[in-house]
């Protein structure tokens, strides 16, 4: 694999015809719109998935009373919980969670309004498979470094 400047010495022009050419008005907006690409390319549509199979009303019922002030600012959870209820969070926000779970969830929640004993809830009833990176979130982290594409800009000659 080549380095950007190992690539950029190749991609040099090497005779005297190749005069440079003033860039035109539109060409940050191409760049733009070829950046957007790439990186739509390059990066994993988890979320579209993902919320094609969420549970919907049980998911909003759920989330509900996990962001109320008596929940989201409890001070009694320890870091460990803070961040299980968060991550229990995204995966609702993603619709991640499977109907039948987001509705055993939300039937347990009904009857119920302490936070440690909600985080019980929530521990119980939401399998750990779920808060396990999938192949390709350890894939799109793993120490790779990210490719760069270096673009040309053709001139018409006249």
């Not at 993603?94 to 039937?107: I, M, S």
């Not at 440690?116 to 498979?129: A, N, Q």
Request: net charge positive.
């Amino acid at each position: 694999m080549l380095d950007f400047v190992q690539t950029a010495e190749i991609r040099k022009p090497t005779g005297t015809w190749e005069k440079r050419q003033n860039l035109p008005p539109d060409f940050c907006s191409l760049l733009d719109k070829r950046t957007r690409a790439f990186e739509s390319a390059t990066t994993t549509e988890r979320g579209a998935a993902a919320r094609a199979r969420g549970g919907g009303q049980n998911d909003a019922y759920v989330l509900k009373p996990l962001t109320a002030k008596e929940i989201s600012r409890y001070h009694g959870y320890t870091e460990d919980a803070e961040l299980f209820i968060q991550q229990v969070k995204q995966l609702l926000t993603d619709g991640a969670l499977p109907r039948p779970t987001t509705k055993k969830v939300a039937e347990a929640l009904k009857k119920e309004i302490d936070p440690l004993k909600v985080l019980g809830i929530l521990r119980r009833d939401i399998p750990s498979l779920f808060f396990q990176p999938s192949r390709i979130q350890e894939s799109a982290h793993a120490l790779n470094p990210r490719e760069v594409i270096l673009s040309s800009y053709l001139v018409k000659s006249e």
